[in-house]
């Protein structure tokens, strides 16, 4: 494997040499992971995977999956695009079932809803995967991963105000940075939870980033996942470190139903890693 595949872009920011220790004070300090999600399963918490599909039947994924639909371009329709159910769903790459299974093994309970908007060979339009991110918002979904992106500017706008709508709704964003270092919207929304891969094998490490746009990183090199048809991979990108967020994200709510998406963020702070207690 190239060293551009085992390092995606903005995972160099989540080296041992580059992780920066920060301090917590006073009553910031008494955030930790036992209060923030110990004994939580991710019971009650809907959570949306806008991607390929997921495969409702994996082995990886019990009996998580809720429910899902398919968003189709179609020219002719209003907005340029149809809805339809897919009941049972399925995934036509794996790549969505990956992000799924990450986020179930660490929210076993959390439900899962499977949002497909791209097709075999990972493409899809913009129109699309707004689409997908709009029918979650509007299905009262709580928790979304969006281990994809656009790069286009004509669509910033839109998923800004999509963005938008997410937060105002309590909805907590978690979006992957492109894997190449150009911009990509939502990742590099001050609203979203952004997040980068780092090397590490342990799901609920994971590292803040002081320095904007990215916040987060988590384990997405050499991460095994589950897959289409059954089956599972060795896979590297920065779509597999986000649904690390995601599950870990699903626990916090489950157990704190009353954090705002501003909250969140700082209890996701205060529990990472490289953020150490003044006692």
């Not at 870990?248 to 963020?265: D, G, N, V, Y």
Request: proline fraction near 7%; charged fraction near 20%; hydrophobic fraction near 40%.
């Amino acid at each position: 494997m190239s060293e551009e595949t085992l390092r995606p872009a903005w995972s160099q920011d989540f080296t041992p040499e580059a992780i920066q220790e920060l301090l917590a004070h006073g009553p910031f300090a008494k955030i930790d992971p036992e209060w923030a999600w110990g004994g939580s399963t991710g019971k009650g918490i809907r959570v949306a995977v806008v991607d390929s599909g997921v495969e409702h039947d994996h082995p990886a994924l019990g009996n998580c999956v809720r429910g899902g639909v398919v968003i189709e371009y179609d020219s002719r329709a209003k907005n340029s695009h149809r809805i339809k159910p897919d009941h049972p769903s399925s995934d036509v790459s794996g790549h969505g079932t990956a992000c799924a299974g990450i986020i179930h093994a660490l929210a076993p309970d959390a439900e899962i809803y499977s949002v497909r908007v791209l097709g075999r060979n990972m493409g899809g339009r913009a129109i699309q995967f707004a689409a997908g991110f709009d029918w979650a918002i509007e299905n009262d979904i709580q928790v979304v991963n969006l281990s994809l992106s656009t790069s286009l500017e004509e669509y910033f706008g839109l998923f800004h105000d999509l963005t938008d709508q997410a937060y105002f709704k309590n909805m907590n964003v978690i979006s992957a940075v492109n894997n190449i270092p150009e911009p990509s919207y939502p990742s590099l929304y001050s609203s979203v939870i952004s997040v980068a891969a780092h090397e590490g094998k342990d799901p609920f490490t994971y590292y803040y980033n002081p320095k904007p746009p990215v916040e987060f990183g988590a384990p997405g090199i050499d991460v095994e996942v589950a897959w289409s048809k059954g089956q599972y991979l060795v896979c590297t990108g920065n779509s597999f470190a986000a649904p690390h967020i995601t599950g870990i994200t699903a626990l916090i709510r489950s157990k704190h139903p009353e954090l705002t998406p501003f909250q969140m963020k700082a209890v996701l702070l205060a529990c990472a890693a490289n953020t150490k207690r003044q006692k």
